[in-house]
């Protein structure tokens, strides 16, 4: 959010200088067009990061539901065959932890992703 004010800001003066003093108008049309594109990209990425931490919380939990019948059927070979996949959701979480504690990519990382634990 810290960022959506900034670019908002930023555009703001921008646009007040290229309205206000002509030396302006060529440089200050170029960086209200950046901030402009940067602003509607931040708020789209934002705006889905939620959506997206649902979706892979809901493709793990019957992932999950699928592993528990694997196991529960006792068929070993189809045991073995998903525990590959366990490794790929541990290290897909892993990263979004990862992610979602670095400044800048850290926005567009749902904080829920915090509070998921590791599949066994």
């Known amino acids: 959010m810290i960022t959506l004010i900034v670019l908002i800001a930023l555009f703001s003066i921008f646009l007040y200088l290229t309205i206000n003093y002509e030396d302006f108008?060529?440089?200050g049309f170029i960086l209200c067009c950046i901030f402009g594109v940067w602003i509607v990209f931040h708020s789209v990425f934002f705006a889905i990061s939620s959506y997206s931490q649902n979706l892979f919380v809901e493709k793990r939990n019957a992932f999950e539901e699928t592993l528990k019948n694997a196991r529960e059927s006792g068929n070993d070979y189809e045991t073995a065959a998903i525990v590959k996949d366990v490794a790929q959701w541990n290290?897909?979480?892993?990263?979004?932890?990862?992610?979602?504690?670095?400044?800048?990519i850290g926005q567009y990382i749902?904080?829920?992703?915090?509070?998921?634990?590791?599949i066994k």
């Open 91 to 104: 290290v897909e979480l892993a990263e979004n932890k990862f992610y979602n504690k670095t400044f800048y």
């Open 110 to 118: 749902d904080d829920r992703v915090e509070y998921l634990e590791p």
């Open 25 to 27: 108008d060529v440089p």
